[in-house]
């Protein structure tokens, strides 16, 4: 008879493990987190597979997996990755030295592409190699430093006119700063926020929390372990970062709902004797997991109003004559989240060739700059405001005529 765990929960309870958080960076805006999952478990399957046929394609796909996730987000991919590395590398312990150096060749002509990519673009933009430019965006507007403990300047106030960004500098950088200067500040956040917002949100609820510690007699398994250790590895290495956002979660939500998985197996096996255990669990899992699932979906779907991060998906492109520009009007005393932030351009490799290019609204001349600049090279574009505080789309007409006022 097939196990119960196995096979119904494997099918059901991984994929609706959703709680409200994690449904809502899922379903409302497309994020790194869920295609660096995606890359991670790519590798372990690549893995997985390499230890069943020795077949060097696994080792390409791991490759590519591993490049395409490094410069995705490469915090998360050292982290997330390092058990599967280490595994690898116990596994070709006795291979032949042929063996090993064609399997690390391959990993990294496979590497190589994206992490050369990534250093043209890095090169490009910022005029350095290794500094990409969202390091380079934390040190000039937020005064980070990346890695590591940080500092607050009180004199530090962000070059910019964007008064979203400075609100976002002083409301939100500035105090998680201030409960980052220390070892001692720092471990007691990895405890008392880290490891339960993780849980909170990974799961669909707390009491699955239990199931948890009965999953490690089930790591005698080199191939549990390691996805297993997976969330304990990203735990550990994001520590060494001052942010922890919900959607950060989603880099070790397999790790933790497998954790969950891996209990319950232990716990039908452990009680065995007692008929039902298994379909009690697995119907307690998936219970738990659909009901929560149908609450975020519910949430939503009845949440009054328009954020900026809908009106950024749906009523703008449905009310905008493409090519445009929208320019986002912010108020400090807006009902948005400063960190509902519109002005991107991840469509297109060139914010120029974006059908919809999203600015902040500045005002005055810095603004007529940019109707400058289109109305010389794009002078069809049609300009609108959005007022994030009333949120009505305003037509402000051609750039070419905004250009000459």
Known sequence: MTD?????????????????????????????????????????????????????????????????????????????????????SWDL????????????????????????????????VTGHLFQTPLSMYYRTYMNLHGVGLETDDPKF??????KLIRDTYETFVVPRVREFHTVRQAAWQWLTYRIPVSLGVALPSLLLVVLIPAGILQLADLRRAVLWSMFWFYLGGSALFFLFLSQYVMALAPALIFSVLLGAKAIARIYSQWQGVEVFLVAAIV?????????????????????????NYFLIPSR?????????????????????????????????EAPIIRA?????????????????????????????????????????NLARK
């Not at 109305?375 to 959005?386: E, F, M, V």
């Open 360 to 400: 902040h609204d500045l005002d005055g001349e810095r603004n007529r700059e940019l109707f400058v600049y289109y109305a010389k090279i794009q002078p069809s574009r049609t300009a609108y405001l959005y007022d994030r505080k009333t949120r009505v789309l305003r037509e402000l007409g051609n750039v070419a």
């Open 4 to 88: 119960l765990i196995d096979g119904v929960a494997g099918l059901l309870a991984v994929p609706l493990m959703c709680s409200l958080e994690l449904f809502r960076w899922l379903a409302v805006v497309e994020m790194s987190h869920a295609a660096g999952a995606m890359w991670c478990l790519t590798a372990l399957f690549a893995w997985l597979a390499w230890r069943k046929t020795k077949a060097l394609r696994w080792v390409a796909l791991a490759g590519i997996a591993a490049g395409w996730y490094a410069i995705t987000r490469p915090l998360d991919a050292i982290c997330v990755l390092l058990p599967i590395v280490l595994a690898w």
């Open 287 to 311: 219970a738990l997991a659909v009901h929560r699932t149908s609450a975020s979906s519910n949430f939503f779907m009845q949440r009054p109003g328009m954020t900026v991060g809908r009106a």
């Open 93 to 124: 312990r006795r291979a032949p030295v042929k063996v090993k150096f064609t399997s690390l060749a391959i990993v990294l002509a496979m590497i190589a592409p994206f992490i050369s990519m990534q250093l043209a673009f890095d090169r490009a």
């Open 157 to 162: 106030s962000p070059p910019t006119a964007s």
């Open 320 to 352: 905008v004559k493409e090519p445009a520009i929208v320019l986002f009007r912010y108020a400090s005393d807006e009902p948005d989240n400063v960190l509902d932030e519109p002005v991107y351009n991840w469509d297109v490799a060139w914010p120029d």
